[in-house]
Protein backbone atom coordinates (compact mmCIF):
# COMPACT_ATOMS: atom_id res chain seq x y z
CA UNK A 1 0.00 0.00 0.00
CA UNK A 2 2.59 2.20 1.49
CA UNK A 3 4.28 2.07 -2.67
CA UNK A 4 1.01 2.28 -4.47
CA UNK A 5 0.81 5.93 -2.17
CA UNK A 6 4.62 6.95 -3.04
CA UNK A 7 3.89 6.17 -6.77
CA UNK A 8 0.94 8.58 -6.41
CA UNK A 9 2.82 11.27 -4.42
CA UNK A 10 5.81 10.53 -7.16
CA UNK A 11 3.50 11.79 -10.04
CA UNK A 12 1.83 14.81 -8.13
CA UNK A 13 5.57 15.80 -8.13
CA UNK A 14 6.63 15.67 -11.50
CA UNK A 15 3.09 17.84 -12.17
CA UNK A 16 4.34 19.77 -9.74
CA UNK A 17 7.92 20.54 -10.54
CA UNK A 18 6.99 20.07 -14.34
CA UNK A 19 4.30 23.07 -13.73
CA UNK A 20 7.12 25.34 -12.93
CA UNK A 21 10.17 24.04 -14.93
CA UNK A 22 8.97 23.52 -18.10
CA UNK A 23 10.08 26.19 -20.03
CA UNK A 24 13.67 25.98 -19.28
CA UNK A 25 16.52 25.35 -21.41
CA UNK A 26 15.65 25.08 -25.02
CA UNK A 27 12.16 25.75 -25.45
CA UNK A 28 9.78 22.49 -26.16
CA UNK A 29 12.92 20.09 -24.43
CA UNK A 30 12.31 20.38 -20.91
CA UNK A 31 8.61 20.00 -21.65
CA UNK A 32 9.48 16.91 -24.00
CA UNK A 33 11.46 15.85 -20.76
CA UNK A 34 8.73 16.14 -18.38
CA UNK A 35 6.24 14.11 -20.83
CA UNK A 36 9.10 11.33 -20.95
CA UNK A 37 9.26 11.45 -17.34
CA UNK A 38 5.77 10.95 -16.72
CA UNK A 39 5.59 8.31 -19.71
CA UNK A 40 8.70 6.26 -17.71
CA UNK A 41 7.30 6.52 -14.20
CA UNK A 42 3.94 5.45 -15.23
CA UNK A 43 5.55 1.96 -17.03
CA UNK A 44 7.83 1.35 -14.77
CA UNK A 45 5.93 1.78 -11.78
CA UNK A 46 3.52 -0.96 -13.65
CA UNK A 47 6.53 -2.95 -13.74
CA UNK A 48 7.98 -3.05 -10.73
CA UNK A 49 4.40 -3.45 -8.64
CA UNK A 50 3.01 -6.13 -11.40
CA UNK A 51 -0.16 -4.30 -11.65
CA UNK A 52 -1.59 -1.81 -13.91
CA UNK A 53 -2.56 0.65 -10.76
CA UNK A 54 1.15 1.17 -10.72
CA UNK A 55 1.18 2.87 -13.97
CA UNK A 56 -2.57 4.19 -13.04
CA UNK A 57 -1.33 6.36 -9.68
CA UNK A 58 1.25 8.43 -10.79
CA UNK A 59 -0.79 9.60 -14.32
CA UNK A 60 -3.83 10.12 -11.93
CA UNK A 61 -1.45 12.44 -9.62
CA UNK A 62 0.30 13.98 -12.49
CA UNK A 63 -3.19 15.32 -13.97
CA UNK A 64 -4.77 16.27 -10.46
CA UNK A 65 -1.65 18.92 -10.37
CA UNK A 66 -1.60 20.21 -14.01
CA UNK A 67 -4.81 20.36 -14.12
CA UNK A 68 -5.16 22.28 -11.07
CA UNK A 69 -2.40 24.63 -11.65
CA UNK A 70 -3.17 24.98 -15.29
CA UNK A 71 -6.34 26.48 -14.50
CA UNK A 72 -6.47 30.75 -14.05
CA UNK A 73 -6.95 32.06 -10.58
CA UNK A 74 -9.61 34.69 -9.63
CA UNK A 75 -6.88 37.59 -10.58
CA UNK A 76 -5.87 35.91 -14.00
CA UNK A 77 -2.63 34.61 -13.53
CA UNK A 78 -1.75 30.97 -15.26
CA UNK A 79 1.45 28.80 -14.52
CA UNK A 80 1.18 27.08 -17.38
CA UNK A 81 1.47 29.56 -20.29
CA UNK A 82 -0.26 29.93 -23.75
CA UNK A 83 3.26 29.28 -25.09
CA UNK A 84 5.15 26.13 -27.60
CA UNK A 85 6.76 24.90 -24.27
CA UNK A 86 3.16 24.84 -22.02
CA UNK A 87 1.37 23.26 -25.05
CA UNK A 88 4.30 20.48 -25.24
CA UNK A 89 4.07 19.73 -21.76
CA UNK A 90 0.22 20.00 -20.94
CA UNK A 91 -0.62 18.41 -24.50
CA UNK A 92 2.15 16.47 -24.68
CA UNK A 93 2.51 15.44 -21.07
CA UNK A 94 -1.32 14.05 -20.81
CA UNK A 95 -0.86 11.84 -23.52
CA UNK A 96 1.97 10.20 -22.37
CA UNK A 97 0.50 10.24 -18.80
CA UNK A 98 -2.24 8.11 -20.80
CA UNK A 99 -0.27 6.30 -23.31
CA UNK A 100 1.21 4.97 -19.78
CA UNK A 101 -1.78 4.06 -17.67
CA UNK A 102 -3.13 2.43 -21.13
CA UNK A 103 0.15 0.26 -21.49
CA UNK A 104 0.03 -0.45 -18.02
CA UNK A 105 -3.01 -2.09 -17.93
CA UNK A 106 -2.33 -4.03 -21.44
CA UNK A 107 0.48 -5.43 -20.02
CA UNK A 108 -0.43 -5.95 -16.06
CA UNK A 109 -4.12 -6.66 -16.09
CA UNK A 110 -5.58 -10.51 -15.27
CA UNK A 111 -6.19 -11.28 -19.40
CA UNK A 112 -2.84 -10.13 -20.27
CA UNK A 113 -1.33 -11.81 -17.71
CA UNK A 114 -3.10 -15.29 -18.10
CA UNK A 115 -2.70 -14.41 -22.01
CA UNK A 116 1.23 -14.63 -21.28
CA UNK A 117 0.77 -17.51 -19.02
CA UNK A 118 -0.66 -20.02 -22.06
CA UNK A 119 -4.38 -19.35 -20.98
CA UNK A 120 -6.89 -17.84 -23.07
CA UNK A 121 -7.42 -14.98 -20.63
CA UNK A 122 -11.36 -15.30 -21.10
CA UNK A 123 -12.59 -18.82 -19.71
CA UNK A 124 -11.09 -19.87 -16.32
CA UNK A 125 -12.04 -22.63 -14.53
CA UNK A 126 -14.42 -22.96 -12.20
CA UNK A 127 -13.76 -23.13 -8.46
CA UNK A 128 -15.17 -26.35 -6.79
CA UNK A 129 -15.38 -27.08 -3.02
CA UNK A 130 -13.73 -30.25 -1.26
CA UNK A 131 -16.15 -32.33 0.40
CA UNK A 132 -14.93 -31.47 4.25
CA UNK A 133 -13.43 -35.59 6.04
CA UNK A 134 -13.80 -35.72 9.71
CA UNK A 135 -10.47 -33.97 10.96
CA UNK A 136 -10.34 -31.67 8.27
CA UNK A 137 -10.42 -27.71 9.49
CA UNK A 138 -13.62 -26.36 10.33
CA UNK A 139 -15.43 -29.52 11.34
CA UNK A 140 -16.45 -30.92 14.36
CA UNK A 141 -15.91 -34.51 14.43
CA UNK A 142 -14.56 -34.15 18.26
CA UNK A 143 -16.61 -34.54 21.32
CA UNK A 144 -17.57 -30.76 22.23
CA UNK A 145 -17.78 -29.75 18.94
CA UNK A 146 -14.14 -28.06 18.67
CA UNK A 147 -12.11 -28.41 15.74
CA UNK A 148 -9.79 -30.75 15.33
CA UNK A 149 -6.45 -28.65 14.75
CA UNK A 150 -7.61 -26.34 17.52
CA UNK A 151 -4.91 -25.27 19.77
CA UNK A 152 -2.58 -27.71 17.82
CA UNK A 153 -4.14 -31.04 19.17
CA UNK A 154 -5.33 -32.51 15.25
CA UNK A 155 -2.64 -34.92 13.69
CA UNK A 156 -0.28 -33.77 11.43
CA UNK A 157 0.01 -33.74 7.72
CA UNK A 158 2.55 -36.89 7.36
CA UNK A 159 0.23 -39.04 9.14
CA UNK A 160 -2.93 -37.86 7.46
CA UNK A 161 -1.20 -38.07 3.99
CA UNK A 162 -0.16 -41.52 5.18
CA UNK A 163 -3.51 -42.95 6.04
CA UNK A 164 -4.51 -41.64 2.58
CA UNK A 165 -2.19 -43.93 0.64
CA UNK A 166 -3.29 -47.34 -0.07
CA UNK A 167 -1.77 -50.71 1.36
CA UNK A 168 0.72 -52.35 -0.97
Do not use: E, H, N
Not at 39 to 46: M, N, P, V
Not at 112 to 141: C, F, I, K, L
Request: proline share 5%; net charge positive; glycine share 16%.
Amino acid sequence: MAAYAALFLLGLMQGLIGTFQYSRGPVPLAAVLFDLAILATCLLGSWGMRRALGGFLPALGWFIVTLLLSSGSSGGSVFITDSTAGKWFLFGGAVCAVAGAVASYALWSRGSRDRRAGGSGSARAPVTARPRRPGQAGGSSRAGGSSSRAGGQGPDSRSVRAARRPAP
